[in-house]
């Protein structure tokens, strides 16, 4: 089904560990973006691409790096990862301008760190 | 300081009745608002927006009201079913030429049969 793939959908990290959380979407999107959700917390904004070769910071950046590696994928990486980054990460897309239908979400990777 | 905020963290109803979910913004820059759904497991799901220059969008069983003086948006679920059982969250997008979303806490919706 055409959407937003994520990978992995669950991990365990020790602390100082790194990793990369893939996301994938297939509709042709131009702009991209990754969420972090914490209870009592909802949704919120860590990194964004506009448009392919572009990213910005959003409102919780610190700790992660992303890379837009094309239109299709957008990568968000844990250098050295901290129990505060113990949260469900969600990878979206929408057409951008058309916003009124929208961003597509994936279902989540949910990351542990220990 | 939180600009889309969702004062009710659960709201319960009955099956075939109306269910209401508010949404308080500060920002008046937003100029998009909408309302997206999420089942436990699963990412949000888009459900309705409304552009604010209207005061009123309505799809099926769900309409969204804006009121601009008030800051203020709601959720109308008409009748309500026990699958619309979910966290429903508000968002809104600053005008200009960024295409980021702000997200409120959310609200439990449960529509007892």
């Known amino acids: 089904n055409a959407g937003v793939t994520q990978t992995p959908k669950f991990q365990v990290l020790k602390t100082g560990q790194s990793m990369t959380l893939q996301c994938a979407q297939d509709m042709n999107h131009n702009s991209m973006y990754w969420y972090r959700q914490d209870p009592g917390m909802g949704l919120r904004l860590i990194y964004y691409?506009?448009?392919?070769?572009?990213?910005d910071k959003g409102e919780v950046p610190n700790g992660y790096n992303v890379s837009r590696l094309n239109k299709r994928e957008f990568s968000l990486r844990l250098e050295s990862a901290a129990p505060s980054q113990t949260s469900v990460y969600f990878c979206a897309s929408s057409e951008g301008v058309g916003i009124q239908r929208g961003y597509t979400f994936g279902s989540g990777t949910r990351l542990t760190v220990v | 300081d939180q600009q889309v905020k969702q004062n009710s963290p659960s709201l319960s109803v009955q099956e075939g009745r109306i269910s209401i979910l508010n949404c308080d913004y500060t920002?008046?820059?937003?100029?998009?608002f909408l309302w997206y759904k999420k089942y436990p497991a699963e990412g949000p799901t888009f459900l309705i927006s409304?552009?604010?220059?209207?005061d009123k969008n309505e799809d099926g069983r769900f309409t969204v009201f804006l009121n601009k003086s008030a800051k203020h948006l709601s959720l109308h679920i008409v009748p309500s079913q026990p699958g619309d059982s979910a966290v429903y969250f508000c968002?809104?997008?600053?005008?200009?030429?960024?295409?980021?979303?702000?997200f409120g806490k959310g609200t439990l919706l449960t529509v007892n049969p």
């Open positions: 920002n008046s820059m937003f100029d998009y």
């Open positions: 968002a809104a997008r600053s005008g200009g030429s960024n295409y980021k979303l702000t």
């Open positions: 409304i552009s604010s220059i209207k």
């Open positions: 691409s506009a448009s392919e070769g572009t990213t």
